[in-house]
């Protein structure tokens, strides 16, 4: 392993809570990387099982690993804010507890992210696995900013958050995740990055998989997601305006009066045809 430079290229943010199960295999797929010039910063929201005691484990083979405890549970997003602000590299990429990146993930992103100056968000595509790392789906996003630019208004995600590398200066021209949008930070943030005329890509390859910890989503998240993802549009379409965009805010917005009942269905034949992609 090489000794990291005083300013690393890449800072990777993960926040954790309650993972004693299942952080091991997803700190040694950081730590193993082809790519080794980054600070891998962990911030433990208030875990209260084994977590700190195998982070500090890791921190103490590997001085890249840098821990910070908060005292009590945040959240993910405002964590994930905490990391950004105490990071140092130029790009800033995202993992979740239980994902399993490709030890060439963030050698390619950076070399990506290096060819194309205009992209500042690049992701890949993912699988699906279970906790005993069983490949069980698999997802596939827009490739280039024009399919992504064209997408974001769509009922599904243009990206996947734990997958992706981001430029830092994006958070310092426009603010960190925007903790108004409980279940969808990342959506806003890449309606962010599209108004300011930045491009976001994804590699066509798999170079995560994204661990599903339980079957199928609750009604009350669901219509959460619904919800924020209205009001971003809302608030962006004037920025990103053309017809399909108002379209597609109309939708979100009929989405969000259906009863209980009439919501799940309409979910699970979006599903079915793969339209509403979060929810694959």
């Known amino acids: ?25 997803t700190i040694e797929s950081i730590l193993n990387q082809t790519f080794d010039n980054f600070e891998f910063i962990i911030i433990n929201d208030g875990s209260t099982d084994g977590t ?14 840098k821990i910070f ?22 790009l800033v990429a995202r993992m979740d507890a239980g994902d399993i990146c490709q030890l060439d993930r963030f050698e390619k992103q950076v070399k990506f992210l290096d060819e194309n100056k205009n992209v500042y968000i690049v992701g890949s595509y993912h699988y699906w696995i279970d ?15 024009e399919q992504t630019e064209k997408n974001l208004f769509r009922f599904g995600s243009i990206a996947a958050q734990p ?7 994006l958070f310092e021209k426009t603010g960190l ?26 590699i066509p390859e798999f170079l995560i998989s994204i661990i599903r910890r339980r079957k199928g989503i609750t009604e009350k998240k669901i219509r959460a997601i619904f919800v ?13 305006f053309n017809f399909q965009n108002f379209v597609y805010t109309l939708g979100s917005l009929f989405f969000i009066l ?21 929810f694959f």
């Open 1 to 25: 392993m090489q000794i990291p430079s005083k300013r690393p290229k890449v800072s990777v943010i993960m926040a954790v809570f309650n993972e004693e199960e299942c952080i091991k295999g």
């Open 52 to 65: 700190q005691e195998i982070l500090e484990d890791y921190a103490q083979k590997d001085k890249r690993t």
């Open 69 to 90: 405890v908060n005292e009590k549970n945040i959240g993910p997003i405002k964590s994930a804010n905490l990391g950004i602000i105490r990071s140092k590299g130029e």
């Open 131 to 145: 906790k005993e790392g069983q490949v069980i789906g698999a997802y596939r996003f827009p490739v280039t900013p």
């Open 163 to 169: 997958a992706v590398m981001i430029r830092k200066e």
């Open 177 to 202: 995740y925007n903790t108004l949008y409980q279940t969808s930070e990342e959506y806003d943030l890449y309606a962010r990055t599209i108004k300011n005329g930045w491009g976001i890509a994804n």
């Open 228 to 240: 924020n993802q209205a009001r971003i549009k809302a608030v962006y379409l004037p920025h990103i």
């Open 258 to 278: 259906l009863p209980a009942d009439l919501l799940r269905t309409v979910v699970k034949v979006s599903i079915r045809h793969q339209k509403i992609r979060e």
